[in-house]
């Protein structure tokens, strides 16, 4: 430290410890800006999913605690070189694993700026803007989907989360009791569910039908069998549209049962839950808007950067009921300014809505259904690839995006290892699941940008992945 700078204030360190210069900071800045682009640009003709040896990644971004300052031009080019490349690129055109991520620009400018202005959301006095903002924006997607306009909302970090938030959120107003789900309901939810204390003989998880749907019979005859044994049914979790196969419970029927044996209704459309906003949205999700508590993931199929799901509860006043932190919020409920951090686990939150609001004021909800429905579309045309190739065989039809199939001469692990060859060749993205026993190939084709050569391309190569495996 030079004499000029040495602190005038009487403290031994100076105010500007932790400053950077201007110039620095808008060099770096656009830096950013200039990395982003070249990254949407040429993704592409990159590889969707990339890895390096662990110990060989670990050595290349640590080494022992950092104790003197590093140069920040180098320590930003290690995150977007190296951090940032070797991943899934959920936004490639190719990702067809998993669940895709792809994000759009309004997005990604509206998570910057929040960062920029170092935006909180937890409450109205603390954060109003933001706070309006999450509010708004949910609101746009609760009327669109035709939720009633009393419907309140908080966002989460992603679709274990909120749909936990919604599941304790019924709980805490239902009460205790039995809780109702099927062998294709979403993996975090059966881990969540003894994690908050929800006794594991008081879950039942049934055996979906030959479609991979809640079967409606099944609950009824479940939710009998519990009453006449002295227990309380007060919960079913449907699906609108399962990350495995699409595909979407029988809600309607499923809302008659809760209706009539007074249980909530929660449905996780973490996946599907998008789908309504397209202009069929009511006919393809029918019955979602009967549910107690309704979650969407918009980092999955809204075009959202990570990470973002949306928890809607169709009972006012439900979430604060079960989360407000202040007693003294019950004393004046009426006309209330909201404070986000009485609607979840959360206290400290970030303007997690700014990149949703801004992305859906940019295109408008039509555009973004017409995106979504380029995805079912998609599915669609892999499906007509794939019936035309033969051996290849349809196990689950296209459903909101998803098509599963396999080759009747392959072996599970065949299927599994054509996958990861694909994968690993760096053309496309492409996971194997689990169906009844059997091991297929599954294309989640969600982004709109993905052309139909990208389709059929992917499709060829695993078709003679594939071949090159049978008995
Ligand atoms: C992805 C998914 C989840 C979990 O959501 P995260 O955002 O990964 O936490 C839950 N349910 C379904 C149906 C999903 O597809």
Redesign the pocket.
Known sequence: MTADSEPSDGLNVPADVLAIDDQTMRRLGYLMVDRTIEHIQTLGSRPAISETEPTELMNLLGGPPPRTPHDLTEGLALLADVAGENQQHGDHPRYFA??AGPAVFPSILGDWIGAGLQSVASSWGGGSGPTAIELIACRWISDAIGFSADTDAIMQ???????ITGIVTGRHVNGDGVIYLSDQ?????SRSLPLIGQPVEFIRSLPSNAAFRLDPNELRAAVMADVSAGRRPTMAIA?????NTGAVDDIGAIADICDEFGMWLHI?????GPVALTQRGAERLPGITRADSF?L?P??WLFQVY???CLFVQRPGALEQTFAMYPEYLADAAGRAVDLHNRSFELTRRARAFKLWLTIRTYGLDTIGLAIERGIALAEFAQSVIESIDPLEIVTPAQLGIVTFADPRVSNAGHVAAAAALTADGYAAVTSTVLAGRTVLRLCIINPATTVDDVRGTIERLAQLLAERAN
Do not use: Q
Request: charged share 15%; net charge negative; no cysteine.
């Open positions: 998993r669940v970090s992603g679709g274990s989360l909120a749909n309901t979403h993996s975090s939810l699906t609108a549209g399962s990350t996780d459309g973490a996946y599907g979650v993931d980092h999955k990470d973002m799901a």
